[in-house]
T-cell receptor, first 109, second 120 residues
Framework: GQSLEQPSEVTAVEGAIVQINCTYQ??????LSWYQQHDGGAPTFLSY????GLEETGRFSSFLSRSDSYGYLLLQELQMKDSASYFC??????????FGKGTRLSVIA | DTGVSQDPRHKITKRGQNVTFRCDPI?????LYWYRQTLGQGPEFLTY????????KSRLLSDRFSAERPKGSFSTLEIQRTEQGDSAMYLC??????????????????FGEGSWLTVV
């Protein structure tokens, strides 16, 4: 089977940096994706890592270590609008994306 | 709007009734996925199509659920004899079949706004 583990909740202060970790157990692993979902909305794609290392896209960065079966999403210069749920998802072969249960990020003033 | 669209956005039905949801994917995408999501959980895979072929079905998909993609474009998800446990958001997503197995384009899917189902 495939499973992903991520913290259920994280709280951070506006303007700060927060890291959301994800560990996975997936056979035939291809890559790790991150999605953002605001309450009542659809998940939207943020990033995808197939290779080890850090990928940066504006205020968001995503990291992958294949040897550790671990990745994280880094959000910098937090804004109130970043309050949302963040999901890691694993790709493997031709099987559909498997999602973690999500991390609810609350950004406080 | 060229994103994934779903209809209806909200459906309230009585237990035992049948419901059908429709999904129109991004036009150039050959893969179409159905997921289900309940509060506080991540999306759970139900089934997916490559063109008109249904390639995989989850064990979550009981025989009351059926999905079609007759011409490889839009898809429908029908739930027969609905139960209260079917209450959830049904998400459709589309993507490109991976030409390069580990490529971002081949492993990224784009979701619609979802169809909320409430069974009373």
């Amino acid at each position: 089977g495939q499973s992903l583990e991520q913290p259920s909740e994280v709280t951070a202060v506006e303007g700060a940096i927060v890291q959301i970790n994800c560990t996975y157990q997936t056979s035939g692993f291809y890559g790790l994706s991150w999605y953002q979902q605001h309450d009542g909305g659809a998940p939207t794609f943020l990033s995808y890592n197939a290779l080890d290392g850090l990928e940066e896209t504006g205020r968001f960065s995503s990291f992958l270590s294949r040897s550790d079966s671990y990745g994280y999403l880094l959000l910098q210069e937090l804004q109130m609008k970043d309050s949302a749920s963040y999901f890691c998802a694993a790709s493997s072969g031709n099987t559909p994306l498997v999602f973690g249960k999500g991390t609810r990020l609350s950004v406080i003033a | 709007d060229t994103g994934v669209s779903q209809d209806p956005r909200h459906k309230i039905t009585k237990r035992g009734q049948n419901v059908t949801f429709r999904c129109d994917p991004i036009s150039e995408h050959n893969r179409l996925y159905w997921y289900r999501q309940t509060l506080g959980q991540g999306p759970e895979f139900l089934t997916y199509f490559q063109n008109e072929a249904q390639l995989e079905k989850s064990r979550l998909l009981s025989d009351r659920f059926s999905a079609e993609r007759p011409k490889g474009s839009f898809s429908t998800l029908e739930i027969q004899r609905t139960e209260q446990g079917d209450s959830a958001m049904y998400l459709c997503a589309s993507g490109l079949g991976a030409l390069e197995a580990r490529s971002s384009s081949g492993n990224t899917i784009y979701f619609g706004e979802g169809s909320w189902l409430t069974v009373v």
